[in-house]
T-cell receptor, first 111, second 112 residues
Framework: DAGVIQSPRHEVTEMGQEVTLRCKPI?????LFWYRQTMMRGLELLIY????????DSGMPEDRFSAKMPNASFSTLKIQPSEPRDSAVYFC?????????FGQGTRLTVV | SQKIEQNSEALNIQEGKTATLTCNYT??????LQWYRQDPGRGPVFLLL?????KEKRKERLKVTFDTTLKQSLFHITASQPADSATYLC???????????FGSGTQLTVLP
């Protein structure tokens, strides 16, 4: 398996624009997580899914953030409208047991 | 409130020595604790998991201890090498729901 695949690797966008981050989890994994990492706040869990159903989105900072998982092999994290403070590295991770497998991350810069 | 603290932001040690990293937590009752390694520009990679009923776990040059009374885990790398230089993160599950909360990490540098 190729591991967790995220796209794009880098995204630069202007404030106010919509941003969509994509994730393909490892085949067969039933949990999917979206994390955000910044120097100030470290690695924060935003939302996670079990069998494509959102379980806990209490980490999503605002209504500008939304996440979907239409099927077992694809998830998106959308920010609309984006703001400079959303600049961070966004990680997707999947798991079948206790161990989480992370993607390479998407580095988002909002200018 | 729940908190996870890792002993220091940065730790420098000489090659061949044992590196010891600390993870302390409050207001958690974790079923298990995990340690991850993160290299610059990459996602965290799982290293070891230790359950609440285990005192110690080993994997090659790595050793983890877990003291639920002290609410502390120690992570040791013996015979350290420059290739061990990375940021090490501890993570706790929240109510055994597979939902991991991470510490802020300790950046380890092994000097040749």
């Amino acid at each position: 398996d190729a591991g967790v695949i995220q796209s794009p690797r880098h995204e630069v966008t202007e404030m106010g624009q919509e941003v969509t981050l994509r994730c393909k989890p490892i085949s067969g994994h039933d949990y999917l997580f979206w994390y955000r990492q910044t120097m100030m706040r470290g690695l924060e869990l935003l939302i996670y899914f079990n069998n494509n159903v959102p379980i806990d989105d209490s980490g999503m900072p605002e209504d500008r953030f939304s996440a979907k998982m239409p099927n077992a092999s694809f998830s998106t994290l959308k920010i609309q409208p984006s703001e400079p403070r959303d600049s961070a590295v966004y990680f997707c991770a999947s798991s079948l047991d206790t161990e989480a497998f992370f993607g390479q991350g998407t580095r988002l810069t909002v200018v | 409130s729940q908190k996870i603290e890792q002993n220091s932001e940065a730790l420098n040690i000489q090659e061949g020595k044992t590196a010891t990293l600390t993870c302390n937590y409050t207001n958690y009752s974790p079923a298990y604790l995990q340690w991850y390694r993160q290299d610059p520009g990459r996602g965290p990679v799982f290293l070891l998991l230790i359950r609440e009923n285990e005192k110690e776990k080993r994997k090659e040059r790595l050793k983890v201890t877990f003291d639920t009374t002290l609410k502390q885990s120690l992570f040791h790398i013996t015979a350290s090498q420059p290739a061990d230089s990375a940021t090490y993160l501890c993570a706790l599950d929240k109510t055994a729901a597979r939902q991991l909360t991470f510490g802020s990490g300790t950046q380890l540098t092994v000097l040749p």
